[in-house]
């Protein structure tokens, strides 16, 4: 993962990031990843209420290394998955700014069907889109 300064420098400058860009005229959209829902939740609360436009929930990454071992990819965990967005749900409810999530690239069918079922997409309603980044030809 991209090395960064975490909730407190993201709450430093992102008032500053929010007006500069408000006052070119153009809009902001914050990318955050946590390691936990409370994590994920609480950096797209501060987003949203430091004027961001827009919140991407990556749970693609973050993609870590601790020596030779990857921690584990939140997308591919349906279960993680679930409990951030229902953290985020009950402390945001709808959000009045897009918030969306970044999946990773599919590599078992049966995670993406499971993640696309109409039980689970109509069980999280309010609001928050599912993007997919997915890797060329994969699906065809």
């Not at 993609?63 to 967005?85: A, F, G, R």
Request: aromatic share 10%.
């Amino acid at each position: 993962g991209m090395p960064n300064g975490g909730y407190s420098v993201l709450g430093r400058y992102l008032p500053e990031m929010a007006r500069i860009a408000h006052g070119a005229d153009k809009l902001l959209f914050v990318n955050v990843a946590g390691f936990s829902p409370d994590e994920f939740t609480a950096l797209t609360e501060m987003s949203i209420e430091n004027g961001a436009d827009g919140v991407e929930q990556n749970v693609g990454c973050p993609n870590v290394w601790v020596l030779t071992e990857q921690k584990p990819i939140i997308s591919y965990d349906i279960q993680s998955l679930e409990t951030i967005i229902a953290t985020t749900e009950t402390r945001i409810g709808r959000p009045p700014v897009p918030v969306w999530i970044k999946l990773s690239p599919f590599v078992s069918d049966e995670l993406l069907i499971i993640l696309f079922t109409y039980e689970f997409v109509s069980e999280h309603s309010t609001g928050i889109l599912f993007c997919v980044q997915n890797v060329c030809n994969y699906l065809v």
